[in-house]
């Protein structure tokens, strides 16, 4: 196998990129015809644009075929079958499977392998710019979250201060779940989702009145659970 050229990739991406040449493989593969045409290595080397190429035996059996463009073909032989596989890549990224195929095969790659390859660079220079629009959004989302998780821990613990009732809080990924100890060992969960803390946090004092005075019914979302005795508790 030739040195990899590439250092780093993000992972979504090569995926994509080795679909790509695995579609570009299976196309030919289903348009190539098994005319059993001999491997000419000076053919290939002269006729085929490979002339740069270092041809050296693969492991397993077979020959890699590289030429000026940074693009490579792959004839592997599957043991004493002698069955052929083809494969190729392009600045490293292979596909991602061998394909039986014939040399037929091989020589239309070889042939083909120029134009895919300026798909592929026009494939993978649009990925790493929607990848990278991807992640500037995440990190945007992560940090607006950020805001409203520290938003909503300091309404709480302002709401809770002046609150009569023991308490503890849960963190999920999207919520803090607020919990209040309730009478005859019960206690209410209420999920405060970092994105409707604002909507939310007013409405908990009349919910927690409501379900103290035992009015089970409420405008936000709540959950009755047998209480936690061994939960740290915040009392007054």
């Known amino acids: 196998m030739i ?3 590439v250092t780093e990739i993000d992972y979504n991406v090569k995926r994509k990129l080795e679909k790509f040449l695995d579609d570009k493989l299976r196309k030919i593969f289903e348009e190539t015809r098994d005319d059993k045409p001999a ?3 000076s053919y290939i080397k002269t006729e085929k644009g490979f002339e740069n190429s270092i041809i050296q035996n693969n492991y397993g059996g077979g020959y890699v075929f590289s030429n000026s463009n940074n693009c490579c073909c792959y004839l592997y032989f599957n043991d004493k079958k ?10 490293d990224i292979g596909s991602l499977h061998k394909w039986y195929g014939t040399v037929e095969m091989l020589y ?8 895919i390859a300026k798909e592929f660079r026009q494939l993978k220079c649009n990925s790493e710019k929607q990848e990278k629009i991807h992640v500037e959004k995440q990190v945007k989302q992560e940090k607006i979250n950020e805001i409203y998780k520290n938003s909503a821990h300091t309404w709480l613990k302002t709401l809770m201060k002046n609150q009569p009732y023991s308490y503890y809080t849960t963190e999920d990924k999207n919520k803090i779940t607020l919990s209040i100890k309730m009478k005859n060992n019960m206690q209410l969960d209420i999920p405060v989702y970092h994105n409707k803390f604002q909507k939310i946090i007013p409405k908990l004092s009349e919910t927690i009145q409501q379900f103290e005075k035992t009015i089970s ?7 009755i659970s047998d209480s936690r005795p061994n939960q740290q508790w915040i009392t007054k």
Do not use: F, G, W, Y
């Open 108 to 115: 239309r790659c070889m042939d083909e392998i120029n134009e």
């Open 217 to 223: 019914k409420s405008n936000i979302r709540v959950l």
């Open 39 to 41: 491997l000419d290595l």
């Open 82 to 91: 002698k069955k052929k596989l083809i494969s190729i890549a392009i600045d």
């Open 3 to 5: 040195p990899s050229t």
